[in-house]
């Protein structure tokens, strides 16, 4: 894993070592509840959820370096404490960054699905990354993860339920504020399904 050479724009998370696993409450200097939002693209899902919680942070996590300054760009704009962006690997990031139960919630909306059969190693869910999913968790911790590929969507409940730990919760329409992503709003438009499902780390 590659650090950065450059400086991070405001309301970019750099840490200081790419190396060593972060102390969580150095990305926001306090330590109110933290939740990952992993691939968030344009970030609008990560900024409607940080204005509308000012007591939650919110970390985005996109590789797209032009994704990254556009959504820090909104945050700065917003005078988001709450929100910031990494630029890096998502498993990388919830392997080997994160401490043991230090994440509230993770949420996981949209990922390319690879739907080609000799690409579906490349999917995030299987059983090691749910596995350093878990230990990053806190306990009570939850995993919120939507997709519009009924296939995915299968393939995650099968590693869910083979990985055993996870506790699945309803999640009904509406049941929280949950705004929709700018992914899920281009899929719904084209007439496709958007699935979700939500887990919980037991306490
Ligand atoms: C299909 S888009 C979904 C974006 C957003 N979650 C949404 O629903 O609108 C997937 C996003 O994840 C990012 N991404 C894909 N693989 C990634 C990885 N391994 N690490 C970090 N970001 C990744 C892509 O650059 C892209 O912005």
Redesign the pocket.
Known sequence: MQSEHRKPVPNEFMPDDYFARLNPSTIFNNDQPLEI??????G??LIAMAQQFPERNFLG????LG?VKKVCRKAERENLDNCKVLR????YVIEWLFPENSIDRLHL????PWPKARHHKNR?VQQDFLEALYKALKPGGEFCFKTDHPEYFEWVEEEMNTFQKFEQLEWPEDAFFYPK????LQWEAEGKVVERARFQKPE
């Open positions: 939002d992993l691939g968030c693209g344009d609008s899902f996590v996109e590789r797209l994704r890096l690997e998502s498993k909306l949209c990922p390319d995030l992503t700018d992914f899920q």
